[in-house]
């Protein structure tokens, strides 16, 4: 039940983070792999919101998911517009492939999904193993997760057949020492009124200091580590930054 994205979630997910939504995110990782030719690995690839948009701008580009319903929507998507990339259900923690990447990316905080910091730093070797020499990492961390929500929220959504899908969420714990959050969120599905079908998920995040991460990239063996606030490539975050991205390479 933790970080699951089962079905009414992932369509909650797909309704509210539809592909051609973005964040900034899409058109910075585009500027940012302008230029690469090899494979390009997303982990926690979701519905293809990111992926989608960089196979139409020609790069090679795979992914994994560890919620098959994520997955359905993401090969249904990519279908719809030609496109068959490699997509297995895999988790962060034992993912594997054959073959070396030029690069992995990572938006939308995904990475912390992750709520040990041990556990963190084995994927971020993970990745390192997977790159090609000189193979670059990018992905995104929004530190404002400890903070923000704090009252419970509520949020609708119109299916497509008209239906009513309802998120409640709220925060029930705060660990300041193991930097995590842990939420209730509870979804559901109306007809005519009616509730059909729920789902209650526990949604655990991680946040992290930003010099904390780049020690914790180095100690994975990466180098020429890059600390991007909003968007700005190569300008340092600061205070009232919505995300810091963090570009590194392979040692190696």
């Known amino acids: 039940m933790n970080n699951t994205y089962g079905r009414l979630a ?35 690839v979701g519905n293809g919101r990111a992926l989608i948009p960089l196979l139409e701008a020609g790069f090679d580009v795979c992914g994994f998911d560890a919620s098959e ?6 090969r249904a998507q990519c279908a719809e517009r ?34 040990h910091h041990a556990v963190a730093s084995a994927v971020l070797r993970r990745f390192h193993d997977h790159l090609a020499p000189a193979g ?36 029930v714990k705060t660990d300041i ?22 789902e209650l998920e526990f949604f655990t995040m991680r946040w992290w200091g930003v010099q904390e991460m780049v020690l914790t990239l180095q100690a994975a063996g990466f180098v020429d580590i890059v600390v991007t606030g909003d968007y700005a490539f190569g300008r340092a975050p600061q205070h009232g930054d919505h995300v810091v991205t963090f570009e590194c390479q392979r040692s190696g």
């Open 10 to 44: 992932s369509h909650v997910y797909n309704l509210d983070k539809y592909i051609g939504k973005s964040f900034g995110d899409v058109e910075y990782y585009r500027a940012r792999l302008e230029g690469c030719a090899g494979p390009i690995l997303e982990p926690a």
């Open 69 to 74: 319903d994520m997955l359905d929507y993401c």
């Open 82 to 115: 030609g496109f068959a990339p490699a997509l297995s259900r895999q988790t962060f923690e034992s993912f594997t492939y054959q073959q070396r990447f030029d690069a992995i990316v990572v938006p939308a905080g995904s990475l912390q999904l992750i709520g």
């Open 136 to 171: 670059r990492l990018i992905f995104d961390l929004y530190p404002n997760d400890m903070v923000a929500d704090l009252q419970p929220n509520i949020r609708s959504w119109q299916t497509e057949t008209g239906d009513l899908l309802t998120l409640n969420s709220q925060r």
């Open 177 to 198: 020492i193991g930097q995590t959050t842990v939420s209730h969120l509870r979804y559901d599905l109306w007809q005519v009124g009616r509730l059909v079908s729920s």
